[in-house]
């Protein structure tokens, strides 16, 4: 009995939120929230580091292109270049010390060619 007699309070109150909501006006814009601002902005900024380590992984593998090259083409600093590509490196399974190795030879690659 008890039971029944919730199950009715919760279908009434169920029924006015209803009726509430239905004629209850949203001027709310969400493209002015400040949480929606703070994850769109997260957002771009994920897309573009995506976007970035694409575009190293992709110069990377042709193994044509300097560090300084290739940091040129994706807009960004050697530095952070080479993070990327050790990143890349030492998930496809190199260590570090590895992943370092294979950077330095590519350099050296580079390095030596403008000498000559």
């Given at each position: ?6 199950f ?56 044509e ?33 590895e ?18």
């Amino acid at each position: 009995m008890l039971y029944r007699f919730k199950f009715l309070i919760d279908k009434k109150m169920e029924l006015k939120v209803k009726t509430v909501i239905k004629v209850m006006p949203i001027d709310y814009d969400i493209e002015t929230d400040g949480l929606y601002l703070q994850g769109k902005v997260e957002g771009i900024k994920q897309g573009r580091e995506i976007k970035e380590q694409q575009i190293m992984l992709n110069l990377w593998s042709s193994q044509e292109f300097s560090l300084d090259t290739m940091a040129k083409f994706a807009v960004i600093t050697p530095e952070r270049t080479r993070q990327i590509i050790l990143n890349a490196l030492q998930n496809q399974g190199l260590n570090e010390t590895e992943a370092n190795q294979a950077i330095a030879i590519l350099e050296e690659k580079f390095n030596s060619s403008k000498s000559e």
